[in-house]
Every structure is written in structure tokens, then in C-alpha cells.
């Protein structure tokens, strides 16, 4: 099933033209072929993905997953869908596919971990003017080392290719991802006046913001194979196109020491756009804006694009990618600790009416 193409499995190759003279499906401009040999090429990679409960193989109309398989007795199912944004842009202007997979899994399934589910599944949906197989299995491989980090299986997706929907080499992703928790292990869960806020950092701007991004690049002149100004060794694509951090793993290890009574992932709309979401009414967040440095690509976007650091802080997440709200933080900073991971002590639940306040200025100097 995973990324069948849109068109008619068992119909002819469209490889060559009609000896009736009438119209085939390679003169509309679609190649089953080509759709073919992409399903060969991702069949090894989604296959590796497979976990307990994963039921069948690729090419069905539907994927099935079993629930008891995976050890779940009471369970309630979660899910999410997401894309990559404009991100996919500088991928395509830089040719460089290698991770975007990799942050369509990352939207999603750290969508999944902070309601304290464990990511069972994933489907990708990849659209295109003319399918490129190359990269087209590029973007797939990667899907299936982001669900493989995850602990997720590949069970499923497809391949659209509509000609005259989209620019010469230009394509779309969007991801869908199943999880389930334990009725009883749901999250948010307790969150009470005094817990504390602990920062997780980004690995850089992951996948929100590139609109903004794209502007300020445009502003500096400067293209994508030009030494990156805050990454030395790499170029300014590379830099950009540092995949969206995987959390999973250390979010539901956590989760099942009984650590956490909530976490945000720090998405579009950054910290004040997202830790409000987790909050019982009559609660907020009291941020220390000094409790972190702000990573260099953050630094270079504000002062190349003059952005101000209110814009910054709505926009992007400005080196934390999630936040985990907790009433033992000295036992959650010693866990973080031992798996060799850094979390930042930034703030604490307090009784507010204002559900988000910065109490000392996030710096982008």
C-alpha cells in the first residue's frame, strides 16, 4: 500500500504511444511505470519499520494494525497529520531530499507523544507534477528511518502524480500517524500551580517558519550552496534543512516512570502559541527567557532579517522543540542526564489569568 501511485494498478506501462492513435495515459503525462518502480525501490525500507501489531504487507486498499498484538488492553487511539511547509522548497532548490521525510514523521508522531500515546503507524501522502523516482524514494527512505527512530511502522501512503498541479521537479508531502495510550496514561494529566517547566532543545528551526526563512535568505543575497554564516562547514541549505528533532523516545520513557504531567511541542506559533494548549483554566506559564542561549541560526535570522524577538518567539522555537511540565524536575534532570540529553530549568505553572508571561527577555544578540 505505501505510496501506490494514482493510477490503475494492472493497466499497461504507458510507455509508449497508442497504435490506434488514441490518447494514453504517458501522453496526459502520467508514467505507471515509473509508479511501479517506486514501490519496488521503498519496499525494503518500509518492511524495516514493521512492529508488533503490524498486520500484512504493502499494496492492499487499506492497512490493518492489531491493537492486542501490540499490548495495549484498554487503549484510546490518537492521531495526527501534518506536512513539511515550505521547507520543502529549499529541498527542492537545493536538490537535497535526504531528510525532509524525516521532519514529516517528526510533525506528527511529537504531536502524538505529548498526549502520552506511543506512535503505532504512519501513512505518507507525496504529490507531484511528474514523479521523479530518485527522488521520490529519496524522500520515502528517509519517512522510513524518521519512523524507525520512532518505533513506528511505514504501513501505508500514496504517490500523486497530476500534471499541470505543480511546478517542473516541485512536490508535496503530507504525513498521517496513529498512536494510542492507555486510558489511564493520557496527557496532559495534573498539571497543578508549581510545576515546573523544563526545556528540551531543537536541533534548529524544524519545520515551521520557512516562509520567513526563505525571505530572510532573500534579503541576504546569499544562495543555497553559500557557506552557512551560523554553521560553519556547511552549507546554508544543509544548515536549514537540519531535520525536526525526534522525541519520542525520551518523552515516553519519561511518561512511563510516571515523570510527566504534560508536555508542548513547539511548533508554529513558538512558545507562546503553544504551552498554552496544555493548561487547565485559571493556570499559565511564567517563562525565564535567560534559562537558554538562543542557537546561532535564530541569532543570524533576527539580525539578517531584523526580525524582532517578539516576531521571533511567535514564529519560530527558538532552540526549544519541546517543553515538559513536571513536579519532580530534579529526578526528570537527572533522567535527561543519564541519556546523555541537556534540558534547560524555564519556568514554572503559576495561577494566572494570563495563560503565558516572559519574565525576563529572550536575547537574539
Not at 330 to 354: H, K, N, P, W, Y
Amino acid at each position: 500500500m505505501t505510496d501506490q501511485p494514482d493510477i490503475a494498478p494492472g493497466s499497461s506501462q504507458g510507455t509508449s504511444h497508442s497504435t490506434t492513435g488514441g490518447a494514453s495515459y504517458a501522453q496526459a503525462g502520467v508514467d505507471i511505470a515509473a509508479g511501479d518502480a517506486l514501490v519496488d525501490a521503498i519496499k525494503p525500507a518500509a518492511k524495516a519499520t514493521n512492529r508488533p501489531g503490524t498486520m500484512g504487507g504493502l499494496g492492499g486498499f487499506g492497512a490493518l494494525f492489531d491493537l492486542k498484538a501490540a499490548g495495549f488492553t484498554d487503549p484510546v487511539l490518537v492521531s495526527c497529520t501534518d506536512g513539511v511547509g515550505t521547507k520543502l522548497m529549499v529541498a527542492i532548490e537545493a536538490g537535497k531530499h535526504d531528510d525532509v521525510g524525516i521532519d514529516l514523521v517528526a510533525m506528527c508522531v511529537n504531536d502524538l507523544v505529548v498526549q502520552g500515546a506511543t506512535p503505532l503507524f504512519f501513512l505518507d501522502y507525496l504529490a507531484t507534477g511528474k514523479l521523479s523516482v530518485e527522488a521520490a524514494a529519496t524522500v520515502v527512505k528517509g519517512i522510513a528511518k524518521g519512523c524507525a527512530e520512532s518505533g513506528c511502522a511505514l504501513v501505508g501512503g500514496e504517490t500523486a502524480e497530476m500534471p499541470g498541479m505543480y511546478a517542473p521537479g516541485h512536490y508535496d508531502l503530507a504525513g498521517f500517524s496513529v498512536g494510542a495510550a492507555e486510558r489511564n496514561s493520557l496527557l496532559p494529566a495534573n498539571i497543578a500551580e508549581g510545576d515546573t517547566l523544563i526545556g528540551l532543545p531543537s536541533s534548529g528551526v524544524h519545520s515551521n517558519g520557512f516562509s520567513l526563512v526563505r525571505e530572510v535568505v532573500r534579503r541576504s543575497g546569499l544562495g543555497w550552496n553559500a557557506p552557512a554564516p551560523f554553521a560553519e562547514g556547511h552549507t546554508l541549505a544543509e544548515a536549514l534543512l537540519t531535520p525536526t528533532k525526534l522525541y519520542v523516545r525520551t518523552i515516553l520513557d519519561l511518561h512511563a516512570k510516571g515523570l510527566l504531567n504534560g508536555c508542548a511541542h513547539i511548533t508554529g506559533g513558538g512558545l507562546p502559541g503553544n504551552l498554552p494548549r496544555v493548561l487547565p483554566e485559571g493556570l499559565g506559564v511564567r517563562i525565564d527567557g535567560s534559562a537558554w542561549v538562543v542557537p546561532s541560526v535564530f541569532r543570524w535570522l533576527a539580525k539578517t532579517g531584523n526580525v524582532p524577538a517578539d516576531e521571533m518567539l511567535r514564529v519560530f522555537n527558538c532552540g526549544i522543540g519541546m517543553v515538559l511540565v513536571t513536579s519532580e524536575p530534579e529526578t526528570v534532570m537527572a533522567e535527561l542526564d543519564a541519556r546523555g540529553e541537556t534540558g534547560f530549568l524555564m519556568g514554572q505553572i503559576v495561577r494566572s489569568d494570563d495563560a503565558y508571561t516572559l519574565t525576563t527577555p529572550v536575547s537574539f544578540a
